[in-house]
């Protein structure tokens, strides 16, 4: 009978070891390392079933301490990622508020009618393209022109648009200054005068962490993303992040920046893969505004021929 006993609490132990691995790698450090990086990203999915998985243990009285046991690391993990489902008041949209648009086109694929479209609807202040390259930014440019759009490219022409990040920016915003940078494997775009003032926008996206070697070069991304937003100004930094906020690294590059999604209710909407129902995806594009930006409007938005959806958010930045 004790054996019996000591047995179950072991493999309860054992269970809660494992599901900890799996739910909560990044409080364990474990979440820049491949293949915890992948599994990081997630979390709302794996905690969902892993409540499920113990509410039917816990029907069978012998496996009610593997039940509790495995409850317990389910309802942290819930519990990171509740806060990004709640949606609370925001302020109404004013004229000042700065329209962003995010949408990884995949290697110059998606629609440009349709995006062309959305464009002309919503009418953004920025558009960021990751996944863009001259290639792509000529088919698209014919078609936003005469709307007041002027465009940048990270890379030359003849680089592929995988490669690449393209810029948009309306006539509303001004005189802005806008310069191809470095330090990622992608190059970036960083924007700069007009609107924002003294701060930066910067255009990114960042390396996938698939595989041992490109999960240290994502991590070497994020540190450039740290430090923009650990400098005296807080920037926007807006692209494909192939980061949730699951990912410590993430976290900690962003500093004291947050998500434009964050209070909206939508901060767990997936935004890649586009095949696949919302709920099954993941958040990995973002927009990063200042933490005393207030968030007025946050959408994302199918558009064919990528496999990421849009981001679309209406930002308030602060004096």
Known sequence: MLVGRRLRIGAAVTLAGAAAGVILPDRLRLDHRFPFVDIAAFRPHVSASALAAAALLATRPRSRPAAASLAAVAL????????????????????DDLTILSFNVLRGQ??????????AARAPDFVVLPEA?????????PQ??????????STAVGTKDAQGVTLLA????????????SGMRVRHLEATGGVLGRRSLFAV???????????DRWR????????????????????????TLDHAPLRAAVGTCRSAAAGTGKGLVGTYPASGARWRGIQIDHVFVPAAAATTGFEVIDIEGSDHRAVLARVRLPA
């Open 76 to 95: 942290a993990g819930a519990g990171a990622v509740a806060g990004r489902a709640v949606r609370r008041p925001a302020p109404p949209a004013g004229p």
């Open 110 to 119: 998606a629609d440009t009618g349709q995006l062309a479209t959305l464009i």
């Open 133 to 141: 390259g001259a290639d792509f930014r000529d088919k698209l440019m």
């Open 144 to 153: 936003v022109e005469m709307l007041g759009y002027r465009s940048w490219v």
């Open 170 to 181: 309306a006539s509303t915003v001004g005189d802005v200054h806008v310069r191809s940078g």
């Open 205 to 215: 996206h960042t390396t996938a962490p698939m595989g041992r070697r490109r999960a």
């Open 220 to 243: 070497r991304d994020l540190a450039l993303v740290e430090q923009w937003c650990h400098g005296p100004v807080e920037p926007i930094v807006v692209g494909d992040f192939n980061a």
